[in-house]
């Protein structure tokens, strides 16, 4: 079988061998996020990104923004990830504090959430719970409570 010209040629050749010789992690994801059921009111978004379980019990995020939320809505990209699974965590600064507030025995009061929209029994839920794949751009929703 003869193979058509433009395949034998040298420069696509070379390109094509390099492309096999390409780490996985070079090809990259932007995550997308829809953030709903936040507060009335005009508040600040704070969004945390984590990569592995360790980093996400250490609260040690490999990326974080903030995002203004109008109407109880926000949305916002994480953009050109290394494929892999990722947990995010979120909360609606309500109060402008920089922080998420808690009462006495720990309890959020201003509203959060997690991907998957996993949720946790008295603490946050696991990375396992909250994880998600991205191995190529993704759209996700993540509900406040």
Known sequence: MR????????????????????????FAADLSLSVADG??????LYVALYNDAAGYAESKAVASQTAPMQGGKARLVFAGLAPGRYAVRAFADENGNGKL????LGMPTERYGF?????????PPSFDA?????????????HLH
């Open 3 to 26: 193979l058509p010209a433009f395949i034998t040629h040298p420069a696509v050749r070379a390109l094509c061998a390099a492309a096999v010789f390409l780490p996985a992690g070079a």
């Open 39 to 44: 507060p009335a009111a005009d508040a600040t």
């Open 101 to 104: 507030d808690t009462n006495l």
């Open 130 to 142: 909250a994880a998600i794949n991205v191995d190529a751009d993704l759209q996700t929703v993540i």
């Open 115 to 123: 991907s998957n929209d996993a949720k946790g029994n008295r603490a």
